[in-house]
Nanobody
Framework: QVQLVESGGGLVQAGGSLRLSCAAS????????MGWFRQAPGKEREFVAT????????YYADSVKGRFTISRDNPKNTVDLQMNSLKPEDTAVYYC?????????????????WGQGTQVTVSS
């Protein structure tokens, strides 16, 4: 069982920045592929970014590429999402998730544990 707790959400103006953080329980964090997803009202949950177990490989949705950066600190059991140049369409609940399989994936069905989510609201 893995528990995930996100933090760092809030209200920001368009063009601003936020940094989300996700803390994971357990002693094998370095064995987990980690991902961030988001869900806007009335929409399906969508992939945002994922990072390999070592942190050496990252993948992003086209909609956030060049603006968002995913990173991880294995000794601290955390994964962060730095979000710059935010747009109103980035408004959503953001979730971090654990993928127990060895390779990163953009599919939410590949993720086994989810946090409770943190709200990000970008005003225009």
């Amino acid at each position: 069982q893995v528990q995930l707790v996100e933090s760092g959400g809030g209200l920001v103006q368009a063009g601003g920045s936020l940094r989300l953080s996700c803390a994971a329980s357990g002693r094998t964090f370095s064995n987990y592929v980690m991902g961030w997803f988001r869900q806007a009202p009335g929409k399906e949950r969508e992939f945002v970014a994922t990072i390999s177990r070592s942190g050496g490989s990252t993948y992003y949705a086209d909609s956030v590429k060049g603006r968002f950066t995913i990173s991880r600190d294995n000794p601290k059991n955390t994964v962060d999402l730095q979000m710059n140049s935010l747009k109103p369409e980035d408004t959503a609940v953001y979730y971090c998730a654990v993928n127990l399989r060895p390779f990163p994936s953009t599919l939410n069905t590949r993720y086994d544990y989810w946090g409770q989510g943190t709200q990000v609201t970008v005003s225009s």
